[in-house]
Nanobody, 121 residues
């Protein structure tokens, strides 16, 4: 089992910045990828950014946030961050942290409670 707790959402003006944090606990060693998803009202949940575990730390981003958002992690704190710069109104959504595990061929999928990000003047 993996537990995820998000923080850092809020209200910000267009062009502003926010940093989301996701603290993981539990079976952390079984996590092979962590990511941030978002869901706006009336829309499907979409992957925003993800980072693979391990020394390579391969990252991926949805096209709409490339160059503006950065995913990173602090292994000592078991925390993944999403730095969001140059925020736009269309970034408004509930942001969810996600962790995927793989144990003897069985996939696990864990979610945080979500944190609201609102970009508005």
């Amino acid at each position: 089992q993996v537990q995820l707790v998000e923080s850092g959402g809020g209200l910000v003006q267009p062009g502003g910045s926010l940093r989301l944090a996701c603290a993981a606990s539990g079976s952390i060693s079984r996590i092979y990828v962590m990511g941030w998803y978002r869901q706006a009202p009336g829309r499907q949940r979409e992957l925003v950014a993800a980072m693979a575990s391990g020394s390579g730390s391969t990252t991926t981003y949805v096209d709409s946030v490339k160059g503006r958002f950065t995913i990173s992690r602090d292994n000592a704190k078991n925390t993944v961050y999403l730095q969001m710069n140059s925020l736009k109104p269309e970034d408004t959504a509930v942001y969810y942290c996600n962790a995927k595990t793989l144990v003897v061929g069985i996939l696990g999928d864990y979610w945080g409670q979500g944190t609201q990000v609102t970009v508005s003047s």
